[in-house]
């Protein structure tokens, strides 16, 4: 029968001195400590970029404001995007895998451990390898420094014509690195799912974020090599002297954007479907229901991931291609939303009918189903070829990115944190703080980017350091702004929970949300073994199946 | 022990009240100044020109689409939320557990595909009106070549050579002169974007591009670079200048002119032929015939420098001249080291070329 409770007392480290726990992180391999590892130094780099942000913000509060020079203005944003793509959007749904897979399907670590450990490492130090430029990059006199040709990197901007020193290399090579850690730990957590599934759990039973976690982790080994690809060739023409991108001999600057976005775009959905997947398990648990449509939203979800690799051109829409070839990409791009519309449908089933409590997880997971589905429809108005002529490169679809990255997944990474802070802390965040934290965000959010849209609508185009007064733009920059330090004040909170909340926080238990996938049928935190015994399923919900027993899930699947 | 935030349904409802309300309140006072009148602003639902008069039309029905998809959606997460939020007494038991349902499932596939098939008409027909738009007899031909940070527009047909301030005839009822526009660069990719006349179009070396446009009223118009071209894209800045078919007939023919040789600025001459001016800079009908730096031949005939930052006057060319890293910092002006006295010399030359 399902699983068994483990008897075992909550096991207590001997309190070990600091080198040694250092030393312990060092030489880890077990899947927690690597994932909140993973998860911990994601939210390092998020507050870095994050400043990054503010002195973004800062800068455009008031026309021809001199705060920063351009060029550090330029280094911010380039950073700021590289940053949140690649150092915290990736390690964070690397973490969420790593932590949460193994426990969710009933086995004791993931299939390859030290391979696990060696992605850490590899996006650790190609993280640092791209701050460090900022020391080590000197490249010609006075110029250098950090990367500044935009997180997208456009040809042919990144020559070394154009592009002197070696900022645009540290660019390159940090991202490469940063990409094998990624690869493997894909690797790893697909051949994970596939193979150490514990006694009953069909694929058909696997919890949906382990569903989810596939799908993406597939979509990072089918994208990723269009990036790694085009940065190599970018390198062969930077010191070699190829000629893949470089104009002046022929090369096209405009095949860079279509490597670029074949990884770029998947990219997106590989960053929001880790969100969806915390979504697809908080919400059935705070509303006391099974997920609707299980198989559909698996159905729906694997969608997303086809029509997502045929969409990248719809970052291109302004770079001249014939109508044939926009009215194509435009069609892609419609259907994706599709599948998209029906997770929204099938969350919404899942509440209807429900007890929905309103605890800290659920309060993000709503925020975010109201703010994705403006993310959405604000993705169809860009899908919409002419209208996009008007809104790319503008404001406008600054706001539109902010919204599914921030509005949709960082709501659903913060919903998945509360969540599951007390399984791998065995203690709750603090909920006072928590709900100062949700509330400063979401205000701060909506002050910046709605505003943003408007300045889309007006004109203003973006990656600009300065404007002119006089344009309409003053008001609403200056309301981003406030809404920027806002933001900034809620992570500041969130950073005083969790620190506090690890010493401090009321104690949890196994169980404390009342849920039904396996993790949180062991200790909190887990113990290195996760379970004493293995489990064995018999449906979607074992815990429900163990928690009723003259109602089990299993009779109706 | 269930962890419970809200004891107080009251505070819920109030929470919910304020942010609703604070919501409605800055959206409000964002949309009134984007919709109400504004001179000076690039306001793209305020066309002033085909295609951008035709791409508001359809952004106006796709709004509209997606504000009545917001409204049913949000109404019935608003719904679910408050009829079946959690209340005292529910803890007793769970309930009824609905696993799905496959009618329902089939509802909420099929509407969206409507709605999708319905936009994806409506787009495919506005890009090839659009975009497979051909130029009728009279149209105005020109050539904007996007540079590191500023524009060149040159006039193949009229043998005009300028830049930043691009100048086209405005189409009246009975005489269409629309502008069809070839777009290059000399460097790294650009974007061409005056949002009350059409959308964006990129400039990309080693591609050429075209885009159109057929303003009918008379003015000077504000626009951009769209696409991040290094240090200062913020300030390459477009002027499109629309003028009556009569003006601009005139203006042509001022261009036209090889600059002329004013005789009470021999010395002022001498000094900008004497520094390195000539090897970046065109004024023609002279022995300057650099290509890397705007054309001078009619410089006092535009209204800005340095690609649109500040207004042409003798006190800005002086300041220009004395250190354009200065005014524009990262331009590919260098500082010329010159002494005052070439400074005011070189001033006075170029304020003859009108």
Same mark, same amino acid.
Request: aromatic content about 14%.
């Given at each position: 029968?399902?699983?068994?409770?483990?008897?075992?007392?909550?096991?207590?480290?001997?309190?070990?001195?600091?080198?040694?726990?250092?030393?312990?992180?060092?030489?880890?391999?077990?899947?927690?400590?690597?994932?909140?590892?993973?998860?911990?130094?994601?939210?390092?780099?998020?507050?870095?970029?994050?400043l990054m942000a503010v002195g973004i913000r800062l800068q455009l509060a008031v026309p021809v404001n001199k705060l920063l020079?351009?060029?550090?203005f330029?280094?911010f944003f380039?950073?700021?995007?590289?940053?949140?793509?690649?150092?915290?959007?990736?390690?964070?749904?690397?973490?969420?895998?790593?932590?949460?897979?193994?426990?969710?399907?009933?086995?004791?670590?993931?299939?390859?451990?030290?391979?696990?450990?060696?992605?850490?490492?590899?996006?650790?130090?190609?993280?640092?390898?791209?701050?460090?430029?900022?020391?080590?990059?000197?490249?010609?006199?006075?110029?250098?420094?950090?990367?500044?040709?935009?997180?997208?990197?456009?040809?042919?901007?990144?020559?070394?014509?154009?592009?002197?020193?070696?900022?645009?290399?540290?660019?390159?090579? /940090?991202?490469?690195? #940063? =990409? *094998? &850690?990624? $690869?493997?730990? %894909? +690797?790893?957590?697909?051949?994970?799912? @596939?193979?150490?599934?514990?006694?009953?759990?069909?694929?058909?039973?696997?919890?949906?974020?382990?569903?989810?976690?596939?799908?993406?982790?597939?979509?990072?080994?089918?994208?990723?090599?269009?990036?790694?690809?085009?940065?190599?060739?970018?390198?062969?023409?930077?010191?070699?002297?190829?000629?893949?991108?470089?104009?002046?001999?022929?090369?096209?600057?405009?095949?860079?954007?279509?490597?670029?976005?074949?990884?770029?775009?998947?990219?997106?959905?590989?960053?929001?479907?880790?969100?969806?997947?915390?979504?697809?398990?908080?919400?059935?648990?705070?509303?006391?229901?099974?997920?609707?449509?299980?198989?559909?939203?698996?159905?729906?979800?694997?969608?997303?991931?086809?029509?997502?690799?045929?969409?990248?051109?719809?970052?291109?829409? /302004?770079?001249?291609? #014939? =109508? *044939? &070839?926009? $009215?194509?990409? %435009? +069609?892609?791009?419609?259907?994706?939303? @599709?599948?998209?519309?029906?997770?929204?449908?099938?969350?919404?089933?899942?509440?209807?009918?429900?007890?929905?409590?309103?605890?800290?997880?659920?309060?993000?997971?709503?925020?975010?189903?109201?703010?994705?589905?403006?993310?959405?429809?604000?993705?169809?108005?860009?899908?919409?070829?002419?209208?996009?002529?008007?809104?790319?490169?503008?404001y406008?679809?600054v706001?539109?990115?902010?919204?599914?990255?921030?509005?949709?997944?960082?709501?659903?990474?913060?919903?998945?944190?509360?969540?599951?802070?007390?399984?791998?802390?065995?203690?709750?965040?603090?909920?006072?703080?928590?709900?100062?934290?949700?509330?400063?965000?979401?205000?701060g959010?909506?002050l910046t980017f709605?505003t943003l849209?408007?300045a889309?609508?007006?004109?203003m185009?973006?990656?600009i350091f300065t404007y002119d007064a006089?344009r309409?733009w003053d008001t609403l920059n200056f309301i981003a702004t406030v809404g920027a330090l806002c933001q900034a004040?809620?992570?500041?909170?969130?950073?005083?929970?969790?620190?506090?909340?690890?010493?401090?926080?009321?104690?949890?238990?196994?169980?404390?949300?009342?849920?039904?996938?396996?993790?949180?049928?062991?200790?909190?935190?887990?113990?290195?073994?996760?379970?004493?015994?293995?489990?064995?399923?018999?449906?979607?919900?074992?815990?429900?199946?163990?928690?009723?027993?003259?109602?089990?899930?299993?009779?109706?699947? | 022990?269930?962890?419970?935030?809200?004891?107080?349904?009251?505070?819920?409802?109030?929470?919910?009240?304020?942010?609703?309300?604070?919501?409605?309140?800055?959206?409000?006072?964002?949309?009134?100044?984007?919709?109400?009148?504004?001179?000076?602003?690039?306001?793209?639902?305020?066309?002033?020109?085909?295609?951008?008069?035709?791409?508001?039309?359809?952004?106006?029905?796709?709004?509209?689409?997606?504000?009545?998809?917001?409204?049913?959606?949000?109404?019935?997460?608003?719904?679910?939320?408050?009829?079946?939020?959690?209340?005292?007494?529910?803890?007793?038991?769970?309930?009824?557990?609905?696993?799905?349902?496959?009618?329902?499932?089939?509802?909420?596939?099929?509407?969206?595909?409507?709605?999708?098939?319905?936009?994806?008409?409506?787009?495919?027909?506005?890009?090839?009106?659009?975009?497979?738009?051909?130029?009728?007899?009279?149209?105005?031909?020109?050539?904007?070549?996007?540079?590191?940070?500023?524009?060149?527009?040159?006039?193949?047909?009229?043998?005009?050579?300028?830049?930043?301030?691009?100048?086209?005839?405005?189409?009246?009822?009975?005489?269409?002169?629309?502008?069809?526009?070839?777009?290059?660069?000399?460097?790294?990719?650009?974007?061409?974007?005056?949002?009350?006349?059409?959308?964006?179009?990129?400039?990309?070396?080693?591609?050429?591009?075209?885009?159109?446009?057929?303003?009918?009223?008379?003015?000077?118009?504000?626009?951009?670079?769209?696409?991040?071209?290094?240090?200062?894209?913020a300030?390459?800045?477009?002027?499109?200048?629309?003028?009556?078919?009569?003006?601009?007939?005139?203006?042509?023919?001022?261009?036209?002119?090889?600059?002329?040789?004013?005789?009470?600025?021999?010395?002022?001459?001498?000094?900008?032929?004497?520094?390195?001016?000539?090897?970046?800079?065109?004024?023609?009908?002279?022995?300057?015939?650099?290509?890397?730096?705007?054309?001078?031949?009619?410089?006092?005939?535009?209204?800005?420098?340095?690609?649109?930052?500040?207004?042409?006057?003798?006190?800005?060319?002086?300041?220009?001249?004395?250190?354009?890293?200065?005014?524009?910092?990262?331009?590919?002006?260098?500082?010329?080291?010159?002494?005052?006295?070439?400074?005011?010399?070189?001033?006075?030359?170029?304020?003859?070329?009108?």
């Amino acid at each position: 029968m399902a699983t068994q409770e483990i008897a075992l007392p909550a096991v207590r480290e001997p309190s070990a001195s600091l080198m040694e726990r250092l030393h312990g992180l060092v030489i880890t391999v077990d899947h927690k400590k690597l994932g909140l590892m993973y998860i911990g130094t994601a939210l390092g780099f998020l507050v870095v970029a994050g400043l990054m942000a503010v002195g973004i913000r800062l800068q455009l509060a008031v026309p021809v404001n001199k705060l920063l020079e351009p060029d550090v203005f330029n280094r911010f944003f380039t950073m700021h995007g590289t940053s949140m793509v690649f150092l915290v959007g990736m390690p964070i749904i690397a973490g969420l895998g790593n932590y949460l897979v193994p426990l969710m399907i009933g086995t004791r670590d993931m299939a390859f451990p030290r391979l696990n450990a060696f992605g850490y490492w590899m996006f650790l130090f190609g993280g640092l390898l791209l701050y460090f430029s900022y020391l080590g990059a000197p490249g010609l006199a006075g110029h250098g420094s950090a990367p500044d040709v935009g997180w997208f990197a456009y040809a042919p901007l990144t020559a070394r014509a154009f592009s002197r020193g070696t900022s645009t290399d540290y660019w390159i090579l /940090s991202l490469l690195l #940063t =990409s *094998v &850690g990624s $690869t493997v730990s %894909a +690797i790893n957590v697909i051949a994970t799912t @596939i193979a150490l599934r514990c006694p009953g759990m069909k694929l058909m039973r696997m919890p949906l974020l382990v569903w989810l976690m596939l799908v993406t982790n597939f979509m990072i080994l089918l994208a990723l090599p269009g990036l790694s690809g085009a940065q190599i060739m970018l390198l062969i023409d930077r010191y070699p002297g190829g000629h893949f991108f470089d104009t002046q001999a022929g090369g096209s600057a405009v095949i860079w954007q279509h490597f670029f976005w074949i990884f770029g775009h998947p990219e997106v959905y590989i960053l929001m479907i880790p969100a969806f997947a915390c979504l697809s398990e908080i919400i059935p648990v705070f509303s006391r229901k099974p997920i609707f449509g299980y198989p559909i939203m698996v159905g729906a979800t694997a969608m997303i991931g086809l029509i997502s690799v045929s969409v990248w051109a719809h970052h291109m829409f /302004s770079v001249g291609m #014939t =109508s *044939v &070839g926009n $009215t194509f990409f %435009a +069609i892609s791009t419609f259907l994706v939303a @599709i599948p998209t519309g029906i997770k929204i449908f099938n969350w919404l089933g899942t509440m209807y009918g429900g007890r929905i409590r309103f605890e800290l997880p659920m309060l993000f997971c709503i925020a975010f189903l109201f703010q994705f589905l403006i993310a959405g429809l604000t993705g169809v108005m860009l899908a919409v070829v002419p209208f996009n002529w008007q809104l790319t490169d503008s404001y406008f679809v600054v706001a539109h990115f902010h919204y599914t990255l921030v509005g949709a997944f960082l709501f659903g990474i913060f919903a998945g944190f509360y969540y599951w802070y007390p399984k791998a802390v065995g203690r709750f965040l603090d909920p006072r703080l928590g709900l100062w934290h949700f509330w400063l965000f979401v205000i701060g959010f909506h002050l910046t980017f709605d505003t943003l849209h408007f300045a889309g609508f007006l004109g203003m185009p973006r990656r600009i350091f300065t404007y002119d007064a006089g344009r309409g733009w003053d008001t609403l920059n200056f309301i981003a702004t406030v809404g920027a330090l806002c933001q900034a004040t809620a992570i500041l909170v969130l950073a005083i929970n969790i620190v506090r909340s690890a010493k401090k926080g009321r104690l949890a238990g196994n169980d404390p949300w009342d849920a039904w996938t396996l993790e949180w049928s062991t200790n909190s935190p887990p113990p290195d073994y996760n379970f004493a015994t293995m489990p064995t399923v018999r449906s979607r919900r074992p815990l429900w199946d163990l928690k009723h027993p003259e109602d089990p899930d299993w009779k109706y699947e | 022990m269930r962890l419970s935030l809200y004891a107080n349904q009251r505070t819920l409802r109030a929470v919910i009240v304020f942010a609703f309300s604070l919501f409605c309140f800055i959206g409000f006072g964002h949309v009134e100044p984007a919709f109400g009148k504004n001179d000076g602003v690039t306001n793209i639902f305020r066309p002033l020109s085909q295609p951008a008069q035709e791409i508001k039309e359809t952004s106006f029905l796709v709004l509209l689409v997606c504000a009545v998809i917001f409204i049913v959606v949000a109404g019935l997460l608003i719904y679910a939320i408050v009829r079946f939020r959690h209340r005292a007494g529910d803890e007793a038991s769970e309930p009824p557990q609905v696993y799905g349902s496959n009618q329902i499932e089939l509802a909420w596939t099929v509407l969206p595909i409507l709605v999708v098939f319905v936009l994806i008409l409506v787009t495919s027909r506005t890009i090839a009106d659009i975009q497979n738009r051909k130029a009728p007899p009279g149209a105005v031909q020109a050539t904007v070549v996007g540079h590191q940070w500023w524009w060149e527009i040159r006039y193949p047909e009229l043998g005009i050579v300028t830049a930043n301030e691009l100048h086209v005839p405005a189409s009246t009822g009975d005489k269409r002169r629309p502008a069809f526009l070839k777009l290059q660069s000399a460097d790294v990719a650009h974007s061409f974007w005056v949002p009350q006349f059409a959308g964006k179009t990129d400039l990309i070396p080693n591609k050429e591009n075209r885009m159109w446009f057929e303003p009918t009223k008379p003015g000077t118009y504000l626009g951009n670079c769209a696409e991040y071209c290094g240090t200062q894209h913020a300030r390459m800045l477009i002027r499109v200048v629309v003028q009556t078919p009569e003006e601009f007939d005139r203006w042509v023919r001022d261009q036209q002119q090889a600059t002329s040789v004013a005789t009470n600025v021999a010395d002022s001459r001498k000094a900008f032929f004497a520094n390195s001016c000539v090897n970046c800079h065109t004024i023609r009908g002279t022995s300057a015939q650099g290509k890397f730096g705007p054309d001078l031949t009619h410089l006092m005939s535009r209204e800005m420098l340095a690609g649109g930052v500040v207004p042409n006057t003798a006190d800005n060319l002086r300041l220009w001249l004395r250190d354009p890293q200065k005014i524009k910092v990262g331009c590919l002006m260098p500082n010329m080291q010159m002494t005052d006295t070439e400074v005011d010399e070189i001033v006075a030359y170029l304020q003859t070329l009108k």
